[in-house]
């Protein structure tokens, strides 16, 4: 069961937070601190013992994530954060995120280690400005807990994909214990959320919407390092990808589409990863109901159609997804669930152009 309309998002997302962090909203924003806390938290570079403490903190977290050592790692939360009630939905997810990673067994490396230095707020939130090179750098929403923070991002070599893990710490004594831990997507063939953004840019100019909001849907996936903070980089392909969506051009993509004799309604489009791929999504209303081999049909016929209008999308992903909804779900109120049927199909082959500005990224 579908919601009609809605987006096909595919990022695991794990923030084990303490009461005090309830405030905070899947996008990052948080409720305002109390007026009477007083906060003093930097984001600045850590004296070379610390560092070293963090990514050999960050490092542990992601082979015992890696190795399924699900115990260890509940007991290496942050007491702040543990809270026995949610033991079961943490296990959980963290089961899902060591699917994600699979059984590489190259080191990751660490790609960035941010350090805030807080002090006051015991149980305030605190929203701290990391800077960071180009669309690196980041706002990270924490409860301040009177404890220095930590965020280090570790990168793991996969194909297709190579992985981001990033690895929420807080000061816990002489130690550094989890405060949260997100795995997604970092790279796509070889090119991250930069590359793709440089390429929707390039769509833009040439008037293939379509096309940029696809990439832009998968820029944002790469570009995604949890709930509770957000890169630069996040931030700048989620505002093309409003201006993409809210665009005259792109709306024109949408509503009717007349092929073979027969009116097709076009919902939307998405992006899906699999454990092995990335593919489009094409939301449609079928004319003829949800019967296998109408929907193969049409699935050969949308393809097609797919294929000439928009040439550029089988470069970028190796197969597209139709996923049809009924004409009598198509008429239910906004927002409802419905069934919805998916039929794959598969580009042929093709040879992706360069992404404009950048060389390909090995993993």
Same mark, same amino acid.
Request: with cysteine.
């Given at each position: 069961m579908r919601r009609l309309g809605t987006a096909v998002l595919s990022t695991l997302l794990l923030c084990a937070c303490g009461r005090g962090d309830s405030g905070a909203s899947a996008g990052g924003e948080a409720a305002p601190a109390k007026a009477t806390a007083k906060i003093d938290a /930097?984001?600045?570079?850590? %004296?070379?013992?610390?560092?070293? %403490?963090?990514?050999?903190?960050?490092?542990?977290?992601?082979?015992?994530?890696?190795?399924?050592?699900?115990?260890?790692?509940?007991?290496?939360i942050h007491p702040q954060a543990r809270q026995e009630g949610q033991r079961e939905a943490?296990?959980?997810?963290?089961?899902?995120?060591?699917?994600?990673?699979?059984?590489?067994?190259?080191?990751?490396?660490?790609?960035?280690?941010?350090?805030?230095?807080?002090?006051?707020? %015991?149980?305030?939130?605190?929203?701290?400005?990391?800077?960071?090179?180009?669309?690196?750098?980041? /706002? @990270?929403?924490?409860?301040?807990?009177?404890?220095?923070?930590?965020?280090?991002?570790?990168?793991s070599a996969g194909t297709p994909f190579s992985y981001a893990t990033t690895v929420q710490l807080r000061r816990h004594g002489k130690t550094w214990k989890v405060l949260g831990v997100h795995?997604?997507?970092?790279?796509?063939?070889?090119?991250?959320?930069?590359?793709?953004?440089?390429?929707a840019d390039a769509y833009v100019k040439q008037q293939r919407t379509v096309e940029a909001y696809l990439v832009l849907t998968l820029a944002e996936q790469?570009?995604?390092?949890?709930?509770?903070?957000?890169?630069?980089?996040? @931030?700048?392909?989620?505002?093309?990808?409003? %201006?993409?969506?809210?665009?005259?051009?792109?709306?024109?993509?949408?509503g009717v589409w007349d092929v073979g004799g027969r009116d097709y309604d076009i919902e939307g489009f998405s992006v899906t990863a699999t454990q092995s791929d990335l593919s489009a999504v094409v939301r449609y209303v079928t004319p003829t109901g949800l019967i296998q081999e109408a929907l193969d049909q049409e699935a050969d016929a949308l393809l097609a159609h797919l294929q000439m209008q928009h040439p550029e999308i089988g470069k970028r992903f190796d197969a597209v997804v139709f996923e049809a909804y009924d004409s009598t779900a198509a008429a239910a109120k906004p927002g409802s669930e419905v069934q919805a049927f998916r039929t794959p199909r598969v580009f042929p082959e093709q040879v992706a152009e360069p992404v404009p500005g950048k060389t390909s990224r090995p993993g």
């Open positions: /930097t984001c600045q570079e850590p %004296a070379p013992e610390v560092r070293e %403490a963090l990514e050999t903190a960050a490092v542990e977290t992601f082979e015992r994530l890696r190795a399924g050592q699900l115990d260890a790692l509940w007991s290496s943490f296990t959980s997810a963290l089961a899902s995120m060591q699917r994600r990673l699979g059984s590489g067994a190259d080191a990751p490396s660490v790609t960035s280690v941010h350090f805030v230095d807080i002090s006051g707020g %015991a149980s305030a939130l605190a929203r701290v400005r990391c800077e960071g090179d180009e669309g690196e750098g980041l /706002t @990270l929403i924490t409860n301040a807990g009177d404890e220095d923070v930590a965020v280090v991002v570790l990168r795995v997604g997507l970092d790279t796509y063939r070889g090119r991250d959320a930069a590359d793709y953004e440089r390429l790469l570009a995604n390092r949890g709930g509770s903070l957000k890169l630069d980089r996040a @931030l700048s392909v989620a505002d093309k990808l409003r %201006a993409v969506a809210d665009s005259r051009e792109y709306q024109q993509q949408l």
